[in-house]
């Protein structure tokens, strides 16, 4: 089993960037792939990132691709959301989330752990 704190959010302004931190802690982080989703009120959860547990694989919602990069460090248990270029849409909650195995789905139900989630939200 593994525990998901997301930290890093708070208030930007369009154009401006945040970075958002995943800390893991349980055994063989390294086991999972982890993805990240936000969720905006009123609207579904939606995939923002995921990437695969070597860190070699990665990929991205259509809407964050070239703006948003997705990583993790084994070695510390965390994985990273470095998001630039904010615009007003990206506002949401965002959460990490963890599955075990190799497979890095874009569906939240394909999802075993989740964080409790950070606000990020970008003034225009």
């Known amino acids: 089993q593994v525990q998901l704190v997301e930290s890093g959010g708070g208030l930007v302004q369009a154009g401006g960037s945040l970075r958002l931190s995943c800390a893991a802690s349980?055994?063989?982080?390294?086991?999972?792939?982890m993805g990240w989703f936000r969720q905006a009120p009123g609207k579904e959860r939606e995939f923002v990132a995921a990437?695969?547990?070597?860190?070699?694989?990665?990929y991205y919602a259509g809407s964050v691709k070239g703006r948003f990069t997705i990583s993790r460090d084994n070695a510390n248990n965390a994985e990273y959301l470095q998001m630039n270029s904010l615009k007003p849409e990206d506002t949401a909650v965002y959460y990490c989330?963890?599955?075990?195995?190799?497979?890095?789905?874009?569906?939240?139900?394909?999802?075993?752990?989740w964080g409790q989630g950070t606000q990020v939200t970008v003034s225009s």
């Open positions: 989330a963890a599955k075990i195995g190799n497979l890095t789905p874009t569906t939240p139900a394909d999802y075993d752990y």
């Open positions: 349980g055994r063989s982080f390294s086991r999972y792939a």
């Open positions: 990437i695969s547990w070597s860190g070699a694989s990665t």
